[in-house]
T-cell receptor, first 120, second 114 residues
Framework: AQKITQTQPGMFVQEKEAVTLDCTYD???????LFWYKQPSSGEMIFLIY??????QNATEGRYSLNFQKARKSANLVISASQLGDSAMYFC?????????????????FGKGTLLTVNP | EAQVTQNPRYLITVTGKKLTVTCSQN?????MSWYRQDPGLGLRQIYY???????DKGDVPEGYKVSRKEKRNFPLILESPSPNQTSLYFC?????????????FGQGTRLTVV
């Protein structure tokens, strides 16, 4: 089974509207971190937002927020007031804890990504 | 400025010609790793290092070598590159290897092996 699933290969949104990018994850660890990265066409990986498994509040960073539903194992990224510069590939990723993984190497496990296009 | 620097950014080489992609971070991070990104496969970990002189295989280590002689540097070595190693490569570093630590990525290296 995939550890990180992003079910939307592509999404379109109008400028200034909000958009939600879906991410579900699979882990048996109690301790884990969820991350979202943005990859523009230039190729670099830009960190956007982090949510820890013990965090009770949803993470927010400017126009980015993470809708964390632990029981459903989902960590959706919400971008408010979309801008043309938000057009990019977005990756959800997870880092699992050590104790229950029997020796995790702390790698980031990535989803396949969602290509977001913001239309003017 | 805190950053992870990879060189070169772009490289075209021929099959079998040894090459090294350098990675350097200036944040005193303990944990460093290499990923490759391929269409349809996402990012996969090649090798990682918990600290100086401590390295281990990731998910796709075949055909690659690494070393960690200094904390800041983590070069990726392809002893005999083959066309299936054509990919986009990323170096990443974290304060530690903990589950709650953000990874900082280099700019990426686009490698083509012909």
């Amino acid at each position: 089974a995939q550890k990180i699933t992003q079910t939307q290969p592509g999404m379109f949104v109008q400028e200034k509207e909000a958009v939600t990018l879906d991410c579900t994850y699979d882990t048996s660890d109690q301790s884990y971190g969820l991350f979202w990265y943005k990859q523009p066409s230039s190729g670099e990986m830009i960190f956007l937002i982090y949510q820890g498994s013990y965090d009770e509040q949803n993470a927010t960073e400017g126009r980015y927020s993470l809708n964390f539903q632990k029981a459903r194992k989902s960590a959706n990224l919400v971008i408010s007031a979309s801008q043309l510069g938000d057009s990019a590939m977005y990756f959800c990723a997870m880092r699992e804890g050590f104790i229950y993984s029997g020796g995790s190497n702390y790698k980031l496990t990535f989803g396949k990504g969602t290509l977001l296009t913001v239309n003017p | 400025e805190a950053q992870v620097t990879q060189n070169p950014r772009y490289l075209i080489t021929v099959t079998g010609k040894k090459l090294t992609v350098t990675c350097s971070q200036n944040m005193n991070h303990e944990y460093m790793s290499w990923y490759r990104q391929d269409p349809g496969l996402g990012l996969r970990q090649i090798y990682y290092s918990m600290n100086v002189e401590v390295t281990d295989k990731g998910d796709v280590p075949e055909g690659y070598k690494v070393s960690r002689k200094e904390k800041r540097n983590f070069p990726l070595i392809l002893e005999s590159p083959s066309p299936n190693q054509t990919s986009l490569y990323f170096c990443a570093s974290s304060v530690t290897g903990g589950w709650n630590t953000e990874a900082f990525f280099g700019q990426g290296t686009r490698l083509t092996v012909v």
